[in-house]
T-cell receptor
């Protein structure tokens, strides 16, 4: 079983749609969680951290369920500029700054 | 304030050759991590350097080695290159091993 697993994608949605990404992780001792965004042939960039209480940043909402070892990202009112690959990322917590990445889910927002 | 910088941007090597990639961390960051990202995959952790020592290592063979200098910059060396080493190599920095990490633009290595 992979340490971090994401929906395989790709997701093709029209502008204005709501899209949800799901992610599960295997290490129950994991300490911190993130969503990164990666544009084609560019480096990953931090989109948002994920907190147990859930957190929102504009059109983006992240949720964490520690009991189910499940992380989600919801994008509302999607824009063309949201087209990218979204990476679910986990810090196991006992290994310094090492991050474990999912394989990514590609999102394509169409006009 | 410069972010994480990597060089070179692109590199083409032949099987069996050796390569050195370079990374300068973001100002104020003292920990450098290296990741390998194959096409269509998420980044995979190679190793992390702090205080000029390798602190953590992922599942990569000894052909992959690194170094950190007193100014916190770092090098990744790969010996005896294989076709499968073709990937985007990402350097990330952080303060004292904390996360999240700030990534550089990466070095795209092609092995022919």
């Amino acid at each position: 079983r992979k340490e971090v697993e994401q929906d395989p994608g790709p997701f093709n949605v029209p502008e204005g749609a709501t899209v949800a990404f799901n992610c599960t992780y295997s290490n129950s001792a994991s300490q911190s969680f993130f969503w990164y965004r990666q544009d084609c042939r560019k480096e990953p960039k931090l989109l948002m951290s994920v907190y147990s209480s859930g957190n929102e940043d504009g059109r983006f909402t992240a949720q964490l369920n520690r009991a189910s070892q499940y992380i989600s990202l919801l994008i509302r009112d999607s824009k063309l500029s949201d087209s990218a690959t979204y990476l679910c990322v986990v810090n196991p917590g006992n290994q310094g700054g090492k991050l474990i990445f999912g394989q990514g889910t590609e999102l394509s927002v169409k006009p | 304030d410069a972010g994480v910088t990597q060089s070179p941007t692109h590199l083409i090597k032949t099987r069996g050759q050796q390569v050195t990639l370079r990374c300068s961390p973001k100002s104020g960051h003292d920990t450098v991590s290296w990741y390998q990202q194959a096409l269509g995959q998420g980044p995979q952790f190679i190793f992390q350097y702090y205080e000029e020592e390798e602190r953590q290592r992922g599942n990569f063979p000894d052909r992959f080695s690194g170094h950190q200098f007193p100014n916190y910059s770092s090098e990744l060396n790969v010996n005896a290159l294989l076709l499968g080493d073709s990937a985007l190599y990402l350097c990330a920095s952080s303060p004292r091993g904390a996360s999240p990490l700030h990534f550089g633009n990466g070095t795209r290595l092609t092995v022919t």
